[in-house]
Nanobody, 126 residues
Framework: QVQVQESGPGLVKPWQTLSLTCTVSGVSIATGLYYWSWIRQSPGKGLEWMGVISYSGSTYYAPHLKSRTSIARDLSKNQITLQLLSVAPEETAVYYC??????????????????WGQGTQVTVSS
């Protein structure tokens, strides 16, 4: 079975860089035909799609985050990483990593064959 688990710092200072890791088990990122997305949910708001990387390494980002966001594969560790530059306090959120068989830009809903992590809380505060 495919499993994903997010990890990273729980607290980040404003305007610093947020780096998160999605550790994948049950499938090889390099050979499994999945697309790997990062999604977040801020308090009082809905799910927000941030970006996606394909099994081949192609990336797509939400337009308003593109200039600050980088998603990458670490094939040696079977991990997906997220780097978000210059985070604002309003970006305090639970950050999720999700695997999907389909490339649907902007999608935040789960399909039956999708795999989501449990999320990791990130607080942006001084």
């Amino acid at each position: 079975q495919v499993q994903v688990q997010e990890s990273g710092p729980g607290l980040v200072k404003p305007w610093q860089t947020l780096s998160l890791t999605c550790t994948v088990s049950g499938v090889s990122i390099a050979t499994g035909l999945y697309y790997w997305s990062w999604i977040r949910q801020s308090p009082g708001k809905g799910l927000e799609w941030m970006g996606v990387i394909s099994y081949s390494g192609s990336t797509y980002y939400a337009p308003h985050l593109k200039s600050r966001t980088s998603i990458a594969r670490d094939l040696s560790k079977n991990q997906i990483t997220l780097q978000l530059l210059s985070v604002a306090p309003e970006e305090t959120a639970v950050y999720y990593c999700a695997a999907s068989k389909r490339l649907i830009l902007g999608a935040t809903t789960r399909e039956l064959d999708d795999h989501w992590g449990q999320g990791t809380q990130v607080t942006v505060s001084s």
